[in-house]
């Protein structure tokens, strides 16, 4: 008797929560997944990719944050800048020489037992100390994935830093609520997907919805676009996503 074909795996998951046997059973089923990969043993990496499946570590490069380890009191580093109430961490001055070092320690230790990382917050400081921040991880991992969430003021120059792009809020947000965008909002990100495209910068979706419904407006406006879509809660709480 044959066994029956393995189940296709799905593209990408985008989780923040801990690394629960539930949860890790549910990565392994993803070609991609974005972790907290500083949240995780090192076993735990280890088999999610031995069993084929590619880690990318999340890294933020414009915002200082509370992570494990990590502490973050606003004001008590001198390169912070300004609160972000929304998501309680802080802005940071990326072209600060204490920013520097930080942001290099944490992006080694995001890729330990990593195939490469996302680099969030890239809209939140000055671009020119961005882009300084990115070009260096670029020069000292230069076999690494690098994952940009959106960073469109910094295109074109960021383009050859990265290996491609990840459109959050690509049809839906959560702020001030769960909704697909407007006409305008619309507009606004099908100009970017064509300009990323044009840049030769692959291009996934990220997406937010509270309700199976609109979970599923998100992923078939992604699949017209061309693009795929992991639709997922506001705290990226949910490893298979919304269904």
Do not use: K
Request: charged share 20%.
């Amino acid at each position: 008797m044959t066994r029956p074909a393995p189940r296709p795996r799905r593209p990408l998951s985008i989780y923040y929560g801990p690394p629960t046997p539930r949860a890790l059973a549910a990565l392994r089923t993803f070609e991609t997944v974005v972790v907290q990969t500083t949240l995780y043993p090192p076993r735990a990496l280890n088999r999610l990719r031995a069993g084929g499946t590619r880690v990318l570590g999340y890294l933020s490069v414009g915002e200082d944050h509370a992570l494990g380890d990590w502490a973050c009191v606003p004001g008590s580093a001198p390169y912070h800048s300004g609160d972000n109430p929304e998501w309680g961490s802080v802005r940071v001055d990326a072209a600060h020489p204490g920013w520097r070092e930080t942001l290099n320690r944490r992006a080694d230790e995001a890729l330990h037992g990593a195939d490469g990382l996302l680099l969030d917050t890239l809209d939140s400081a000055a671009a020119a100390g961005i882009l300084e921040r990115v070009q260096e991880l670029r020069s000292r991992h230069p076999d690494t994935i690098l994952l940009a969430n959106r960073g469109f003021d910094l295109m074109p120059d960021l383009a050859p830093e990265v290996s491609g792009v990840l459109f959050e809020a690509f049809s839906t947000t959560h702020s001030p609520a769960y909704a697909l965008h407007d006409e305008g909002g619309l507009a606004y990100t099908a100009y970017w997907q064509v300009r990323l495209q044009d840049l030769g910068l692959p291009v996934v979706a990220l997406d937010y919805a509270d309700t199976p419904a609109l979970a599923r407006l998100a992923r078939e406006y992604a699949a017209r676009q061309g693009l795929h879509t992991f639709v997922t809660d506001r705290a990226l709480s949910r490893p298979t996503g919304q269904r």
